[in-house]
């Protein structure tokens, strides 16, 4: 599931050339999905036009597909020109809320395959949804976090929990990736920054995925919303 | 020249020259307005600015948490009047957050942004109630407001004992997010504070990054 950040009346951060994130955030999206159906993953954009999903209806369409892993991506206003960071997220919780079993399992066999933490009633609290995902979601973005760090030079070497609000109620593996900055000399930087994002996020899922398993998805139908 | 045109050229003449006063006018009445409307904005500012000073003050080395560098914030220390009373220290210590920052580069909060009221509940919970402008004028991203919640709340774990958790208002208002991507919904837990010489420099994920429980 990829989820293009802002959008519509929501312009996201503005770069002093003009430049808007929801824009650019959408043909990182766009090129992200291209690189993981080449791979063979079913993908699902939560948008692919000017429009603004809420919070909640991002998360619902995440929601609704199984084994699904929630990447949301963003590009910051500040940051310095011509100096690329990439900033992994994942949604902080309290740890002790994690049930015994997910942590259980998630230090047995941190994949994210491993890790399937819905309560045995099967119901989660809407506002709460990402609470029993926070280990496998943590374990995705440092993953990520990591291989960024390679191909943006001064990216952080592991990944930052952290509040982000639209992660909340992600009922699966969710992470943000936070591009600084918008700030860009011209499109040809852009589009050299969405291609090496993209490609890393890419392989970096792919080598998430339990050997023997089929392709992971990142969403239960090809195509988007 | 027929009478007639000279006629309604005057006329004309007479209706431009009107105008233009007419005009004049309100160009000067339309300035006036935003000049009020100006002192009435720095008039309230001054009303809502908190009391810096407090019959319990002592003078203290207070630790502000500003940026240093693009994606970190750590502390400076700097000798502050400090209240005695923990939610006048918290007060104290935020206004300094906002209004002594050493330049624009290492500022977290807005110039502008106020803070209108900052309680501490008897179980710990610090409010700190800011004006529209934090919500407004941070820079969206989530890590400008990662920053910004994390440089108040190491702030105030810092400097304000009995402090346990912080919630963030905007003008009296519980809301879903700072600018766009930090959760406000939530409580964001407070540590206590450290000895000065174990005090580590943050990085985004420190106090700040802790959860709305």
Known sequence: M??????????????????????????????????????????????????NPSYEDRAAVANAYRDAIFISLHVSSTGQLGATRTYCYQ????????SAATAAAAANAPGIAATNPVPASGLLVWEEAQRPYLESSHHVADVLQSALAQKFAGSPATSTRFAVRELRSVAAPA???????????????????????????????????????LPASLGGTAGAK | ?????????????????????????????????SQEQGSEEQERRELLKPSIATSTDAIVNAKIFWAAGADRIAPVEMQLPLSADSAQRGRQVLDALIADAPGDARRTLPADATLLGFYILPDGTAIADFSEALASETPSGILSEEMAVDSIARTL?????????????IHGQEVDSLAGHADLTGFFDLSPAVPAAATPSAAPGGAGGKPPQ
């Open chain 1, 175 to 213: 992470i943000a990736v936070e591009v600084s900055s918008v700030s860009v000399a011209d499109s040809n930087s852009l589009l050299a920054i969405g291609a090496s994002l993209a490609s890393t996020v890419e392989r970096s899922i792919q080598a998430m995925r339990p050997p023997g398993s």
């Open chain 2, 157 to 169: 774990e810092s400097n304000v004992a009995g402090a346990r958790r912080l919630k963030i208002l």
């Open chain 1, 91 to 98: 949604f902080s919780s309290p740890v002790a809320i994690v």
């Open chain 2, 1 to 33: 020249m027929p009478r007639n045109l000279k006629i309604t050229l005057g006329i004309l003449s007479v209706a431009v020259l009107i105008g233009l006063i007419s005009l004049h006018g309100l160009h000067q009445r339309i300035e006036h307005l």
């Open chain 1, 2 to 51: 990829i989820n293009p950040a802002h959008g519509g009346t929501d312009d996201g951060a503005r770069a002093d050339n003009g430049l808007l994130e929801k824009n650019v955030v959408l043909i990182f999206a766009r090129m992200l999905r291209s690189e993981f159906e080449r791979q063979g993953f079913r993908v699902v954009m939560t948008r692919n036009d000017d429009s």
